[in-house]
């Protein structure tokens, strides 16, 4: 298994915030319907691009240091056995098949999941990175996140 580079990383971090925009606005027009549904889905989405550019300027930040952290040979395993599970980059992941959520509950189901997947991966990338104020930020966001997505699931249970 090669290892990745403490860039790849952070570029399949961005990648992860586009993907995740992108689901988000899908989500918010498919249930355009329901107010609250689209308020949910487009301040989630709204968020996945400011997580996007705080990881884009993570990346300027890395290429002028440009050098592998400490320990990053075990953190690359990890990071690449996290993007290759089943839900995370890749035309055979999970991902791939979000056009197929058909209600609400699985909408919200599948959020939670990519966020707490989301959530692992960057707590990986903490544990490398320098900048780990600025990983933090976005750590606490995605544990927001899951916290927003539950409760609503709950209340659209109830």
Known sequence: MENF???????QAIQTEK????YYRSMSEKFSDD?????????LADKERVHEKTFEELKCIIIIGSQEPEGWEEASLYLRAIVESEFFLGLDKALASMQHVSSVKDALDFAIRFEKETLLYYLGIRDVVK??????EIINEEKSHIR???AFKNSFIN
Do not use: H, N, P, R
């Open 5 to 11: 580079s403490i860039l790849e990383v952070v570029e």
């Open 19 to 22: 993907m995740g925009y992108d």
């Open 35 to 43: 107010e609250k549904l689209v308020k949910l889905f487009t301040t």
């Open 131 to 136: 900048q780990k104020e600025v990983v933090d």
């Open 148 to 150: 927003w997505l539950a």
